[in-house]
Structures are given as structure tokens and as C-alpha cells.
């Protein structure tokens, strides 16, 4: 139980297009949704918070206008990079907290960005 | 506020040998502790969890740690090294009260060695 997926898991794109990231809950229902950005060798850093129905909240620093979060439903939430730019390409990963899981967030598998 | 310490960015283990990550957390609140796993290109995976029930705590793969109050501590530890052990590792820290930030640590690549 408690799988979350991502698509796609990698993808490359021309800098200056938007690219959007699905995170889905297979097997329960997401209340909250969470959007992390891992650099190489270093850690995860949380982006943006998102409960189901409402706006998301966005650490300090992340740009809401550039990382654009959708959470429609209680299994699926999206990220939109828009105008992405090299210094985008990151690895983007999502994790998903519910309500019979609600001390603990599971991860989706990460998807890959390369911006050229 | 909260955060979390891995120390040793890199531990070295032979085969069969105990694996000892350490991990220390700060927490204004009682906290709930988590060790998540994680290979090359691939998301977290949760390998145990400690929210306020039993201080030693068993996850998955053999793993278990143990969560100490008074040292603000929560190691990961595995009797015996698998090369299939071989990942890095994630120590992390949220309050246990309503709001669900997460807090890791910078990660402990684990070297197993034949």
C-alpha cells in the first residue's frame, strides 16, 4: 500500500518551454501533496506544500509564478515549470500524505529535468 | 523550529559488518523521526518510522533504530552489511503536532564493501 507515482520520469526540454509533472496516489487518498527539488549529492528541499482544493503554500524563496502547483484531486497533483531555464534541470520529487496516513509521507519515484 | 544531523556524509562497511548511521535532531516539539532509503535516480523509500510509540523501532531490510530523548538522538543501525544495502540514506525530523513539514538531513551514502 501507500504507492505514489510520478510522470514522466525523466524528460528534456528546449529552455524558455513549460514542462509539467504528474504525482499521483495509487492506492489512497492524497490530503496533502509535497513538491521537493534534489540537486546532486545533496538533500531534498521542500518547494511547496499542497492540500486538495486549495492554493499551495511555497517555501521561502521558490518562485509560485515559475513553479506552478495544481492539486485537483485527492490522487493527482502537478507541477508546471514554466519558461524553464538550465538552471532549472533538477531532480523533482513528490510524496503524498493521506488521511490514514497522515504521520507519514510517501515518496514518489522522482522525475529526471534537463533543460538544454 | 526543527532540524536534523547526519553526521558522516560517507560511511565505509564490509560485508557482514554492523552498519551504524548516525542521526541527532533539534525539535521544539516531540517530534516523529523517520530513516527513508534511497537509490541512484530513484525517490525515498521509507525504511522505518518512530511517532511516539516504541523507542526502538524495526523497519524494513533488517533495519532498525533506536529513539533517545535524552540525546536527541535516532541511529539507524543493521546487525550484518548486505552489498544490496548499498544507498544513500535520510534521516528526517516533523513535528508531531497538525502542520507536516518535513526536515532532512543531508543524506549518509553508504559504501558496502565486498
Known amino acids: 500500500g501507500a504507492v505514489v507515482s510520478q510522470h514522466p520520469s525523466w524528460v528534456i526540454c528546449k529552455s524558455g518551454t513549460s514542462v509539467k509533472i504528474e504525482c499521483r496516489s495509487l492506492?489512497?487518498?492524497?490530503?496533502?501533496m509535497f513538491w521537493y527539488r534534489q540537486f546532486p549529492k545533496q538533500s531534498l528541499m521542500l518547494m511547496a506544500t499542497?492540500?486538495?482544493?486549495?492554493?499551495?503554500?511555497?517555501e521561502q524563496g521558490v518562485e509560485k509564478d515559475k513553479f506552478l502547483i495544481n492539486h485537483a484531486s485527492l490522487t493527482l497533483s502537478t507541477l508546471t515549470v514554466t519558461s524553464a531555464h538550465p538552471e532549472d534541470s533538477s531532480f523533482y520529487i513528490c510524496?503524498?500524505?493521506?488521511?490514514?496516513?497522515?504521520?507519514?509521507?510517501?515518496f514518489g519515484p522522482g522525475t529526471r529535468l534537463t533543460v538544454l | 523550529a526543527q532540524s536534523v544531523t547526519q553526521l558522516g556524509s560517507h560511511v565505509s562497511v564490509s560485508e557482514g559488518a554492523l552498519v551504524l548511521l548516525r542521526c541527532n535532531y533539534s525539535?521544539?516539539?516531540?517530534?516523529?523521526l523517520f530513516w527513508y532509503v534511497q537509490y541512484p535516480n530513484q525517490g525515498l523509500q521509507l525504511l522505518l518510522k518512530?511517532?511516539?510509540?516504541?523507542?526502538l523501532v524495526k523497519g524494513i531490510n533488517g533495519f532498525e533504530a533506536e529513539f533517545k530523548k535524552s540525546e536527541t538522538s535516532f541511529h539507524l543501525t543493521k546487525p550484518s552489511a548486505h552489498m544490496s544495502d548499498a544507498a544513500e540514506y535520510f534521516c528526517?525530523?516533523?513535528?508531531?503536532?497538525?502542520?507536516?513539514?518535513?526536515?532532512f538531513g543531508i543524506g549518509t551514502k553508504l559504501q558496502v564493501i565486498p
Open positions: 528526517a525530523v516533523r513535528s508531531s503536532g497538525g502542520y507536516q513539514k518535513v526536515t
Open positions: 518512530y511517532t511516539s510509540a516504541a523507542t
Open positions: 510524496s503524498a500524505a493521506g488521511f490514514s496516513t497522515t504521520d507519514t509521507q510517501y
Open positions: 525539535s521544539s516539539v516531540p517530534p516523529y
Open positions: 492506492d489512497f487518498q492524497a490530503t496533502t
Open positions: 499542497s492540500n486538495e482544493g486549495s492554493k499551495a503554500t511555497y
